[in-house]
């Protein structure tokens, strides 16, 4: 009878233990990261995730996340250059490919909507894919201007890090997620480029030191 009792408790701790864990696929509807001085958000993300709660307060996820509005858009970017006092302009294409692990503790009961605090951990590939319309270019004095060549491509690994806030709901069933993130952004706070194209105040030129995220996500549980 004693070794049907234990044989018994342990089935119904394991099953409470397994009740308080479970795991979500998240939609990231939209997401922006503050990867560049100018424009700080120059990106307009989405993605999916995976959550993982292991008990009543703390979950884990991993997102991965990709920049739509560029890879979807119809045209490039024009970015100008001051060369000799004219505005020389280039076209360039922008990508981001974004990785983020992040921890979650709940500061309520997380059987229905709650705020959260936690820490994060990403890798951001930047890409850039430059182009020019020609070589030569006259000023509006006259003058013939060498026009700079641009670089062909150019990428960037930064490695963000720091807290995470949000509101969400349950994992355990459908939810809606809005989170924001900040901290430092390792590798971040340099220009890309080099030469005549290392100018104060270009656009997609010089990365952020400042890591900063928004974004808002749905997600189902079981």
Known sequence: MRKLLHA?????VSGTAASAQSTAIRFILGEGHGVYELPRFG????????????????????????????????GPEYVYLDVSGSAIGYTMEPSLFSINYHTEYALGEDDG???????????RRLKQEWASDGTLYYSSNGDLIAVPAPPREVSKVLVPLGIRMGVRGTTDGGFMDLYGAVG???????????????????????????????GWAYGFGW
């Open 8 to 12: 018994f408790l342990l089935v119904v």
């Open 43 to 74: 990106n307009y993300c989405m993605g999916l995730g995976m959550d993982r709660s292991f008990n009543d307060k703390l979950t884990a996820g991993l997102d991965v996340t990709f920049d739509v509005a560029h890879a979807l858009k119809t």
């Open 113 to 123: 909507t709650h705020g959260y605090i936690g820490t994060y951990i990403g890798i």
């Open 184 to 214: 430092y952004q390792i590798g971040g706070g340099k220009n890309l480029l080099t030469g005549n194209f290392a100018q104060a105040g270009m656009e997609y030129a010089e990365t952020s030191a400042l890591a900063f995220t928004i």
